[in-house]
């Protein structure tokens, strides 16, 4: 499958903090019945980000200074709970083009890559200094280098993990599991002699 070719996004960033932070929180159910996801991006994080009469709560997303970021700040464990498409989908359509957390849920990570969002992973504490950063300057320009593995910001960088197979499809603009599983023919079959055998009765 063809993806644009992403070797770093740069942009201004949001912190929206909080743990095990779930599908359901990120795209209430309700949402789910759209056919297209066509300004599915209205829906993000909705339920905490407005009340039953559409006026606004507090929420980072909410906060004028912080319009227009695009990179967001996660905690461990973000989109977990169901393996609905539609959660990448509406942050991705909400203008946001990467996310530094401490961790992701397996299929929130697989859904995100294929729209060419990479979902970097780095320590609480580096992404707790960039959080006070962008709040004391909501301004700051932070670049994801996905290449180089690091985040940049003002004169500070940090390290950050993603999985090789996902930084390669990213930088490449190539992500296909299956092509992937079939180039590794000969591996899988060296694997499989390794396994034990069935015992016929």
């Known amino acids: 499958m063809a993806l644009e070719r992403i070797r770093q996004v740069t942009g201004r960033a949001v912190h929206v903090p909080g743990n095990d932070i779930d599908t359901d929180r990120i795209t209430p159910a309700r949402y789910l019945k759209v056919v297209t996801f066509d300004g599915l991006g209205e829906a993000l994080f909705y339920d905490e980000r407005f009340n039953p009469d559409g006026s606004e ?35 991705y359509r909400a203008g946001f083009r990467a996310l ?64 090789e197979s996902a930084q390669k499809a990213l930088v490449s603009g190539r992500w296909d599991p299956i092509a992937d599983l079939l180039e590794a023919g000969s591996l899988l079959e060296e694997f499989d002699r390794t396994l034990p055998k069935a015992v016929k009765s």
């Open 57 to 91: 709560k507090p929420h980072p997303l909410n906060d004028p200074r912080f319009k227009g970021a695009s990179i967001m700040l996660v905690g461990a464990n973000f989109g977990c709970g169901s393996s609905r498409e539609h959660s990448p989908q509406a942050i």
């Open 100 to 163: 530094i957390g401490e961790s992701f849920a397996e299929i929130f990570f697989g859904n995100a890559t294929t729209l060419s969002m990479p979902c970097v992973s780095a320590s609480k504490a580096d992404i707790a200094a960039l959080a006070a950063a962008v709040e004391e300057d909501p301004a700051l320009e932070v670049t994801v280098d996905v290449e180089r593995l690091e985040v940049r910001y003002a004169d500070q960088a940090f390290g950050v993990s993603l999985p």
